[in-house]
T-cell receptor
């Protein structure tokens, strides 16, 4: 059974730092992996989607990598800003099932 | 283009009451999903639909029913609400062939007392 883990559960860093969020999964047979952002009381916003054949995806200050063999993905945020404060979730689409398997998220706080 | 919308945004029910949550999307997506999110846990899939008139069970379907009579709408029903169904409910939609990237609504916060 696919399980997705995000460590740490919470992270607080000063503004301007580069940071990495981690996502690990137990079964390397995935179709794709998606990173989302969730603001308090709001829905989820898709940040990046990495297909199983890809190694990384970039959008602005965000870079997501995927290493299927080790069951890991990282979300790199460059030059962090207070507006980046949110909960970041990763989810994998496993096999031919449409279901996404979710991590519990990392709550990120960027201190001004 | 509103994306995915959900109504209502908040609701308080008493144990045993019933209600229906409405999800609507204007992106002409084939697939739609209902999730619940509980504190400290990832989202869990309740039911999903791969097209108008079709529905399927997800990870936690018990106590819920769904219907997809129109392509743009996906309804989630609670026939007899229980306190364990207190949660935040999210609807999402996606289109096959686009990596199945899912787009989410703002959520409905449901409290069952």
């Amino acid at each position: 059974k696919q399980e997705v883990t995000q460590i740490p559960a919470a992270l607080s860093v000063p503004e301007g730092e580069n940071l990495v969020l981690n996502c690990s999964f137990t079964d390397s047979a995935i179709y794709n992996l998606q990173w989302f952002r969730q603001d308090p009381g709001k829905g989820l916003t898709s940040l990046l989607l990495i297909q199983s054949s890809q190694r990384e995806q970039t959008s602005g200050r965000l870079n997501a990598s995927l290493d299927k063999s080790s069951g890991r993905s990282t979300l790199y945020i460059a030059a962090s800003q207070p507006g980046d404060s949110a909960t970041y979730l990763c989810a994998v689409r496993a096999g031919s099932n449409y279901q996404l398997i979710w991590g519990a998220g990392t709550k990120l706080i960027i201190k001004p | 283009n509103a994306g995915v919308t959900q109504t209502p945004k908040f609701r308080v029910l008493k144990t045993g009451q019933s209600m229906t949550l409405l999800c609507a999307q204007d992106m002409n997506h084939e697939y739609m999903y209902w999730y619940r999110q509980d504190p400290g846990m990832g989202l869990r899939l309740i039911h999903y639909s791969v097209g108008e008139g079709t529905t399927a069970k997800g990870e936690v379907p018990d106590g819920y029913n769904v219907s997809r009579l129109k392509k743009q709408n996906f309804l989630l029903g609670l026939e007899s609400a229980a306190p364990s169904q207190t949660s935040v409910y999210f609807c999402a939609s996606s289109q096959p062939g686009q990596g199945n990237e899912q787009y989410f609504g703002p959520g409905t916060r449901l409290t069952v007392t």
